[in-house]
Structures are given as structure tokens and as C-alpha cells.
């Protein structure tokens, strides 16, 4: 069974950094790109950012670009998203997904607040 | 910037037949956009239906099915229960690697 589990959401301060993780299990890790998408409170789904199988290649939205990095670990079978200079409108749940989008956890919340 | 487009709202009645629709507003949707259909409850993670246009995810009824409708992607339900009123978003691959979701279409059952 597919598992995707995401931890590291949490209160920050604008301009403040968080690091997400989504540890993966179930499926062959390495041989899928890997999403993370966000929904902010009351709103739509919005693709934030993916990664290749080997991490060389790696695509954002574009209010992002610049201050996201998403990366990976292959050997530990998890995602990560660095989040720098964090805004209030970043907050938001956050969701990992596998390559196609098939395949989500169940997110963890990011609150970007003073 | 081509955007994707949903019908903000639809009705259906209890038993009937809805078709929602997942546009561009340049362009035509083709398969080559991959189109994936979520439904979500509030307070929930959105739940896979459909992907790659048209397969079924797993435990999902055949009531919903995925097609491309002239120049959009569709999603149908048939015969629509009262559990099926809910909020439900697409999304296409729109190629460089990027991803884009509709606004969503809530759906109300009545």
C-alpha cells in the first residue's frame, strides 16, 4: 500500500524558514517524480513544485521560484521542501504526491503569522 | 498565461447525470495533459478518481468515469448520490515539468 506521510508544518514568522518532509513507503520511491502541492485555508489546490527520480530536474510555480527548494533522499525514501523567506500567504496545508498526482498524504499545515 | 478553467458550481438531482468539465482558457485539453480528477471534503485530502484522462483509481465506482468532451476534459457522474456532493478539481500537465489546477466545482446534490 502507497504510503505518504508529511511532517515538519508548523507556526513561523514571515520571513522565516521551515523545512517539510514526506517519508515514502509502499512503492519504489526512486523510480517516480515526487509533487508537493498546497491548499490555502478556504481555497483551491495549487501545484507548488517537483523533482525528478534523480533529483536533476526540478520545477516550481512560479511565486515560489527563488525561495522553495524542493530535494530528495532516495536511500531514505523521503521528499523534502525548504522554505525560505516565508510569506503570509504561504500558509497553507501542504501535500506530497507522487509524479502523476495519483498517489497524496495527508499534508501537514504551514501557518505563516506574527 | 493560459489558466485552467472548472465550472464554479453545478446541481445535479439525486439519481441523475452530471458532466463537469476541465478547460483552457487557450488552447484545447488532449491527453497529452494527462487529466486528473480529485474530489474533496473539507477538512480532507483531496481523493484521487481519476488520472491519465480516464483510469479509475482504485475503489473508485464506475458511476465516475473521465474522457476528453471536445476540447476539455470531462469528468461524469451517473446516477448521483447524496455523498457525492462535494468539491472537485482537475489538473493537467501543461508541460516544462509544471502542473496546473482548475479552481474546483462544488457540486450540490439536490
Known amino acids: 500500500e502507497v504510503q505518504l506521510v508529511e511532517s515538519g508544518g508548523g507556526l513561523v514568522q514571515p520571513g522565516g524558514s521551515l523545512r517539510l518532509s514526506c517519508a515514502a513507503s509502499?512503492?519504489?520511491?526512486?523510480?517516480?517524480?515526487m509533487n508537493w502541492v498546497r491548499q490555502a485555508p478556504g481555497k483551491g489546490l495549487e501545484w507548488v513544485a517537483n523533482?525528478?527520480?534523480?533529483?536533476?530536474?526540478?520545477y516550481y510555480v512560479e511565486s515560489v521560484q527563488g525561495r522553495f527548494t524542493i530535494s530528495r533522499d532516495n536511500a531514505k525514501n523521503s521528499l523534502y521542501l525548504q522554505m525560505n523567506s516565508l510569506r503570509a500567504e504561504d500558509t497553507a496545508v501542504y501535500y506530497c504526491?507522487?509524479?502523476?498526482?495519483?498517489?497524496w498524504g495527508q499534508g501537514t499545515l504551514v501557518t505563516v503569522s506574527s | 498565461q493560459t489558466v485552467v478553467t472548472q465550472e464554479p458550481s453545478f446541481s445535479v438531482s439525486p439519481g441523475g447525470t452530471v458532466t463537469l468539465t476541465c478547460g483552457l482558457t487557450?488552447?484545447?485539453?488532449?491527453?497529452?495533459?494527462?487529466p486528473a480528477w480529485y474530489q474533496q471534503t473539507p477538512g480532507l485530502a483531496p481523493r484521487t478518481l481519476i488520472y491519465?484522462?480516464?483510469t479509475r483509481s482504485f475503489g473508485v465506482p464506475d458511476r465516475f468515469s473521465g474522457s476528453i468532451l471536445g476540447n476539455k476534459a470531462a469528468l461524469t457522474i451517473t446516477g448521483a448520490q447524496a455523498d457525492d456532493e462535494s468539491h472537485y478539481y482537475c489538473?493537467?500537465?501543461?508541460?516544462?515539468?509544471?502542473?496546473?489546477f482548475g479552481g474546483g466545482t462544488k457540486l450540490t446534490v439536490l
Open positions: 489538473v493537467l500537465f501543461m508541460g516544462g515539468g509544471t502542473w496546473m
Open positions: 523533482i525528478k527520480q534523480d533529483g536533476s530536474g526540478k
Open positions: 509502499g512503492f519504489t520511491f526512486n523510480t517516480y517524480w
Open positions: 504526491a507522487t509524479g502523476s498526482l495519483r498517489y
Open positions: 487557450s488552447g484545447s485539453v488532449s491527453t497529452s495533459y494527462y
Open positions: 491519465a484522462t480516464n
